[in-house]
Nanobody
């Protein structure tokens, strides 16, 4: 059973940086997977932010491209999201996600979700 535990959220001023971490357990070596980050604002649906395939391929939604970087420490099984040049509109709950197979931008495709970590950016 895959388990995901996020950390690293918090409050920061606009233009600042935060790094989110997601400690993952239960992954099977050699099996294809996708990990990533989604976010959700109050009253809105969950939307994808950044994805990382087991082949190292990354993708970013347009609003964060060039500001956020997704990476993974395979030795420690920790997924990261480095967030730079943060804006007030980045104030949402962020979720670490995982699925077996190829990456998808559809939240319904992801079988595993962390509990979420809140990011708040002040202007």
């Amino acid at each position: 059973q895959v388990q995901l535990v996020e950390s690293g959220g918090g409050s920061v001023q606009g233009g600042g940086s935060l790094r989110l971490s997601c400690a993952a357990s239960g992954f099977i070596s050699g099996r294809r997977y996708c990990m990533g980050w989604f976010h959700q604002a109050p009253g809105k649906e969950r939307e994808w932010v950044a994805l990382l395939g087991s082949d190292g391929t990354t993708s970013y939604t347009d609003s964060v491209n060039g500001r956020f970087t997704i990476s993974k420490d395979n030795a420690k099984n920790i997924l990261y999201l480095q967030m730079n040049s943060l804006k007030p509109e980045d104030t949402v709950m962020y979720y670490c996600v995982a699925l077996w197979g190829i990456c998808s931008r559809n939240p319904a495709e992801f079988d595993y979700w962390g509990q979420g970590t809140q990011v708040s950016v002040s202007s």
